[in-house]
């Protein structure tokens, strides 16, 4: 037990690392997501298709594979990336695909006729997105959103299996020496578990802020 | 003469294997009230939603205040449709209030009128700011100011159309079926807005089937079935005196009493 005390520095290195890799995957893929959501909505076939077979591709793919092909795969093509990087890229690209839905989602529940009083002013298309319907879609892109966060959360566990030294990893190297599962292994939880239960409260506060909007 | 505000010529729309418009010419004057009926599916909404672009045509040409709507003839004279800007430049316009209203959910009654004022007509704040107030008390809702959508009966949101619609200083405007998803008693006050836009000589274009409306508003009837213009007149002679086959059994169907009456 005391062992798993002192151990807990080490720990908290890990859940940096964690939270590190999670920040960095959620920001790019919402960034990115959005961007290629907004295309697969209002595109043209040209525009939609392969963000279609990416989205589709992505998805059906377990991460684990994705993250080995970019530390593994990646070198026999020429591109080596160090693991924290190669984690990065795996992860960002399958959030990726979860925000393109999400977006898609979002937008295609705002009704059509809200699009059409927008054009019928005479707002340009951007000014359509930004100031019509964004606003309402963000209501509904925020529930699945912060899911997508939590699970990258949660699913960054799984760089520790390219030796990322992430909270996951730092838990299994202290037990290596301590020997003691248990202890560590629950501390480990908490610090899940606290993690992605900040965020579910996240949640709700933002979907009641935005809830005023009624249709 | 001069050519008409509203200038339709041969004007053709498909819906996949369904032609919704077999060829419409249609002269609309400045200051002209037209009402546009006939049986749903006649085309009448899609013709009206045509000459804001909302509907892309495929063939002829909708001209307003001598300006092409949605194509325009590009190096070698061929038909492209409009870009982006140029076409949201045409759309502010014309105006066009809509069945359903459409208000923009997250934004208050004066916020909405002051969107297309700020944005599209690039106005300062405070002065979209009054502009909006005035329109608001214009159309009977000074105390509304601050309310949202959601917080406005049917009547009153449709009042906010449209004001946001005249806001933008049409050249016309169009309204569709702006009264239908009222309940009855809410119909008059919106109505009231309307005629008196008509008295200050608003052109408008108005698809409706409120034939009292049509009566007391408009100045000329078109009735529309199957994709074409069979009847244009004044009100008297198109709804009291109807010689169209098809346009009596449309008016016996909306009013089974106007069979037994004389004429």
New interface residues.
């Given amino acids: 037990m005391k062992a798993a005390f002192e151990s807990l520095p080490f720990l908290v290195d890990g859940l940096l690392v964690t939270l590190q890799i999670t920040a960095i995957v959620v920001l790019i893929s919402l960034v990115i997501g959005v961007a290629m959501g907004v295309a697969l909505t209002y595109g043209s076939a040209w525009i939609r298709w392969p963000v279609r077979i990416y989205s589709d591709f992505i998805r059906g793919i377990p991460v684990l594979v994705l993250i080995f092909f970019a530390y593994y795969g990646l070198p026999a093509m020429g591109l080596n990336l160090d693991s924290f990087t190669a984690a990065v890229v795996a992860l960002t690209a399958f959030k990726i695909s979860h925000v393109i839905e999400t977006t898609r989602g979002a937008i295609q529940s705002i009704?059509h006729?809200?699009m059409?009083?927008?054009?019928?002013?005479?707002?340009?298309?951007w000014?359509r997105l930004f100031?019509?319907i964004f606003?309402?879609a963000v209501r509904r892109f925020l529930p699945p959103w912060i899911n997508t966060v939590a699970d990258a959360a949660k699913g960054s566990a799984l760089v520790s299996l390219i030796g990322v030294v992430d909270l996951m990893l730092a838990m299994q190297k202290v037990i290596g020496r301590t020997f003691e599962p248990m202890p560590i292994y629950i501390a480990g939880a908490i610090i899940y578990f606290l993690i992605n239960y900040s965020l579910s409260t996240t949640s709700r506060r933002m979907e009641s802020r935005f809830s005023?909007?009624?249709? | 003469m001069s050519d008409p505000l509203v200038d339709i010529k041969g004007l053709k729309k498909s819906f996949g294997e369904v032609e919704v418009l077999k060829g419409i010419d249609l002269g609309i004057d400045s200051g002209q009230v037209v009402s546009l009926i006939g049986p749903s599916g006649s085309g009448k909404t899609t013709l009206l939603r045509c000459i804001n672009f909302l509907v892309e045509y495929d063939e002829g040409s909708i001209r307003v205040d001598g300006r092409e709507v949605g194509y325009e003839d590009d190096a070698n004279s061929d038909r492209k449709p409009r870009g982006e800007r140029e076409l949201s430049a045409i759309r502010a316009q014309i105006g066009m209030v809509f069945q359903l209203f459409y208000l923009f959910p997250h934004l208050s009654a004066l916020e909405n009128i002051m969107l297309g004022l700020t944005k599209v007509r690039g106005l300062p704040k405070a002065e979209a700011h009054d502009i909006a107030t005035g329109w608001l008390e214009r159309v009977g809702l000074a105390d509304k100011v601050d309310s949202l959508p959601a917080q406005l009966s049917g009547g009153q949101q449709q009042r906010v159309g449209i004001a946001r619609a005249v806001a933008m200083e049409p050249k016309v405007l169009l309204l569709d079926e702006i009264t239908s998803a009222l309940d009855p008693e809410l119909v008059g006050e919106v109505l009231a807005v309307v005629q008196s836009l008509a008295r200050e000589g608003m052109t408008m274009i108005v698809v409706t089937h409120e034939m009292a409306f049509a009566r007391d508003v408009g100045n000329r009837v078109v009735f529309m079935d199957e994709g074409r213009v069979l009847v244009d007149g004044p009100p008297t002679d198109v709804l009291d005196n109807p010689e169209n086959e098809r346009l009596r059994t449309f008016l016996t169907r909306l009013n089974p009493h106007f069979a037994l009456e004389p004429h």
């Fill in positions: 009704h006729g809200q059409e009083a927008a054009k019928a002013i005479g707002l340009p298309f000014q100031s019509v606003p309402q005023y909007i009624r249709e």
